[in-house]
């Protein structure tokens, strides 16, 4: 008996660290949520990020539209049946329910949180299709995770559900390539050998938002509880295409 209790201690000791999060929006199904950033430091000013921001739904969208998927491929594979064709990341139906959640909560978001996204379509009573990730804007770049993309979750009998808890995180290996259009827009990250042996290599798309048409207004609004300064123009002197520096601690308007 002491035994037993000892193995069930020792194993929750083991678990991966709860998040601490709020929900934006939330059904049976489906939730965006914003997720504390345990990277961002309160004696380290610049690991925060520029939230809460003003952006529209329909400029929300737009980005999604941008990214592309396609099945990876392997060399022998691609010599024998050619490379997979590329498609839409997100369906329309998707992005009609992403987009208006993700703008909220980009507009709610403190500098040390992330949005967090998850959509789920049950297959049956014990598997479900998965598509999840997160996003958050450091200066005017937007850093956007795909972690899962139509992957089969198999709802384990016991324990923890992974893919609801953790939605940034693979739940599998990824067996899609991802791009996003304009390619102009996309920032080549850069990282070395240490990050890759010690697994700190970023799985983001980061998108410079300054080089994205814009379709609608996008502002900065001032952080609640963090003196760090927004590198930004101020929209007074020379606006930026996207981005512009708020004055209240509302979302200013343009």
């Not at 789920?120 to 998965?130: G, N, V």
Request: glycine share 6%; proline share 9%.
């Amino acid at each position: 008996m002491v035994a037993s209790l000892f193995l069930v201690v020792l194993l929750a000791a083991c678990a991966l660290p709860h998040v601490p999060s709020r929900a934006i929006y939330e059904d049976p199904v489906n939730f965006v949520r914003l997720e504390l950033d345990s990277t961002v430091l309160p004696e380290w000013p610049p690991s925060a990020h520029n939230h809460p921001l003003v952006i529209s739904a329909e400029e929300v969208a737009g980005i999604l539209r941008g990214f592309q998927v396609r099945e990876h491929r392997i060399g022998v594979q691609i010599k024998i049946v050619g490379e997979a064709p590329w498609e839409p990341a997100f369906r329309e139906d998707e992005i009609a329910l992403l987009a208006p959640r993700l703008s909220d909560a980009l507009a709610q978001a403190k500098p040390d949180e992330r949005v967090a996204y998850y959509l789920s379509r049950p297959q049956t009573s014990i598997k479900r299709e998965i598509t999840s990730g997160g996003l958050y804007i450091k200066d005017h770049y937007l850093h956007f995770i795909l972690g899962n993309r139509r992957i089969i979750y198999g709802i384990p009998a016991y324990g923890m559900v992974y893919d609801r808890r953790y939605p940034m995180m693979p739940t599998a290996a990824k067996g899609f390539d991802l791009v996003f259009a304009p390619a102009e827009a996309v920032v080549e990250q850069e990282g070395g050998i240490l990050d890759y042996l010690l697994g700190r290599e970023k799985d983001e798309t980061v998108i410079d938002l300054q080089k994205l048409r814009p379709v609608s207004p996008v502002t900065q609004s001032t952080p609640e509880f963090t003196p760090y300064p927004v590198i930004m123009k101020n929209r007074e002197t020379r606006p930026s295409p996207l981005i512009g520096r708020g004055r209240q601690k509302v979302p200013a308007q343009l």
